[in-house]
């Protein structure tokens, strides 16, 4: 506001133009994102159509403010198989969040789940006999994987090394760093 304050504080709506809320616009979303920018020139010309109802602005000005271009981000990228064995190669195999992660991504990896469907797996999502994954997607959607073997050596690894889950709720406990 400061564009079209006064010394004495009141405001001096008859300087604001087109050009003026266009180069406020700019200033006020830089270094935001498409959809923060979006939103803030809505508002802006929301403010301009009231201030134009109560006959501070000229009718139309609103009508005049720039919409920033809208960037769809898409689907992340999935990794290569060199970055793929890359993470992998830098697991600790050592300790019990090496495994854990490594059993995490194999399965990310192989199974094609997201992170959060695989921070979500609980012990009674899992059914040794079938073998399969009981796995809650988006939306509270679930569904059933079959892991290959590479995935269930992983997971049994981490299962079995040296833990005791019986008073276990989760597969994955979380890992904090140092």
Same mark, same amino acid.
């Given at each position: 506001?400061?564009?079209?304050? &006064?010394?004495?504080?009141?405001?001096?709506?008859?300087?604001?133009?087109? +050009?003026?809320?266009?180069?406020?616009?700019?200033?006020?979303?830089?270094?935001? $994102?498409?959809?923060?920018?979006?939103?803030? +020139?809505?508002?802006?010309?929301?403010?301009?159509?009231?201030?134009?109802?109560?006959?501070?602005?000229?009718?139309?000005?609103?009508?005049?403010?720039?919409?920033?271009?809208?960037?769809? $981000?898409?689907?992340?990228?999935?990794? $290569?198989?060199?970055?793929?064995? +890359?993470?992998?190669?830098?697991?600790?195999?050592?300790?019990?969040?090496? $495994?854990?992660?490594?059993?995490?991504?194999?399965?990310?990896?192989?199974?094609?789940?997201?992170?959060?469907?695989?921070?979500?797996?609980?012990?009674?999502?899992?059914?040794?006999? &079938?073998?399969?994954?009981?796995?809650?997607?988006?939306?509270?959607?679930?569904?059933?994987?079959?892991?290959?073997?590479?995935?269930?050596?992983?997971?049994?690894?981490?299962?079995?090394?040296?833990?005791?889950?019986?008073?276990?709720?989760?597969?994955?406990?979380?890992?904090?760093?140092?």
């Amino acid at each position: 506001m400061e564009l079209i304050e &006064e010394r004495s504080g009141d405001l001096d709506w008859e300087r604001v133009d087109v +050009a003026m809320a266009n180069d406020f616009l700019v200033r006020a979303v830089a270094g935001y $994102s498409s959809s923060t920018a979006q939103c803030t +020139a809505a508002l802006l010309r929301g403010l301009l159509t009231w201030a134009a109802g109560n006959g501070w602005v000229k009718r139309g000005t609103a009508f005049g403010v720039l919409s920033p271009r809208r960037i769809h $981000s898409g689907l992340p990228k999935a990794l $290569s198989v060199g970055g793929v064995a +890359a993470l992998k190669g830098a697991v600790d195999l050592a300790s019990p969040t090496g $495994s854990r992660d490594m059993a995490v991504i194999v399965m990310l990896a192989r199974l094609g789940a997201r992170a959060g469907e695989i921070a979500g797996l609980t012990l009674e999502d899992v059914n040794w006999r &079938e073998p399969s994954l009981r796995v809650v997607g988006k939306g509270a959607s679930s569904f059933c994987l079959c892991p290959l073997m590479l995935v269930r050596r992983w997971w049994a690894a981490y299962e079995s090394d040296g833990r005791s889950l019986a008073n276990e709720v989760f597969s994955f406990v979380p890992c904090h760093p140092l």
